[in-house]
């Protein structure tokens, strides 16, 4: 079966510590995954996908088939990054995983 | 580009009427829209896939006599909550896919709408 597991609700950090938001995969066959972050009261816009492996606001994920891990870095968080962030698996239609909400204090 | 909206932003019904929230896709044509439901600080949960042209594809567990989904033209996706209830109150989210390309699985999303039956 498909499924997506973010399996940290909540992440708080202060600023400029590392961040990572865990996301481990389940598919049969080679995965297409996203990262979508959604600020207070905005839409839900897309961070990273994997087939680009780039770097968006600081942010870097990389692919561990090994592992069927996705998990989202970046290195020294900022306040402005404090939202909710999904990891999703793609192929048709999208699987959301549970959502991590992540919280950069001053 | 790839910019999706929802009308209305929010709505406040009476328990038995019916409400219908638009999806349109404003730069680009869309011949797959999704309609999610999203709880306060919770997950997205899909309830169907809008196929333009065709009739919409229901998740389990989700009533399609209920939740009554169009997607007349490539631009427009609607869905309908028929005869609402308390319980139907939820934030509502479309998505758009892009017909084509290496991005065919990414979709765009539109900013929802909040809906409150009394």
């Known amino acids: 079966a498909q499924r997506v597991t973010q399996p940290e609700k909540l992440l708080s950090v202060f600023k400029g510590a590392p961040v990572e938001l865990k996301c481990n995969y389940s598919?049969?066959?080679?995965?297409?995954l996203f990262w979508y972050v959604q600020y207070s009261r905005q839409r839900l816009q897309l961070l990273l996908r994997?087939?680009s492996r780039e770097s968006i606001k600081g942010f870097t994920a990389d692919l561990n088939k090994g592992e069927t891990s996705f998990h989202l870095k970046k290195p020294f968080a900022q306040e402005e990054d404090s939202a909710m962030y999904y990891c999703?698996?793609?192929?048709?239609?999208?699987?959301f995983g549970q959502g991590t909400e992540l919280s950069v204090k001053p | 580009g790839a910019v999706v909206s929802q009308h209305p932003s929010w709505v406040i019904c009476k328990s038995g009427t019916s409400v219908k929230i638009e999806c349109r896709s404003l730069?680009?044509?869309?011949?797959?829209m999704f309609w999610y439901r999203q709880f306060p600080k919770q997950s997205l949960m899909l309830m169907a896939t809008?196929?333009?042209?065709?009739?919409?594809?229901?998740e389990q567990g989700v009533e399609k006599d209920k939740f009554l989904i169009n997607h007349a033209s490539l631009t427009l996706s609607t869905l309908t909550v028929t005869s609402a209830h308390p319980e139907d109150s939820s934030f509502y989210i479309c998505?758009?896919?892009?017909?084509?390309?290496?991005?065919?699985?990414?979709?765009?999303f539109g900013p929802g709408t909040r809906l409150t039956v009394l």
């Open positions: 998505s758009a896919r892009l017909p084509g390309g290496i991005l065919v699985n990414e979709q765009f």
């Open positions: 598919y049969s066959g080679s995965p297409e």
């Open positions: 994997h087939i």
């Open positions: 999703a698996l793609g192929g048709g239609k999208l699987i």
């Open positions: 730069d680009f044509q869309a011949t797959t």
């Open positions: 809008s196929n333009e042209g065709s009739k919409a594809t229901y």
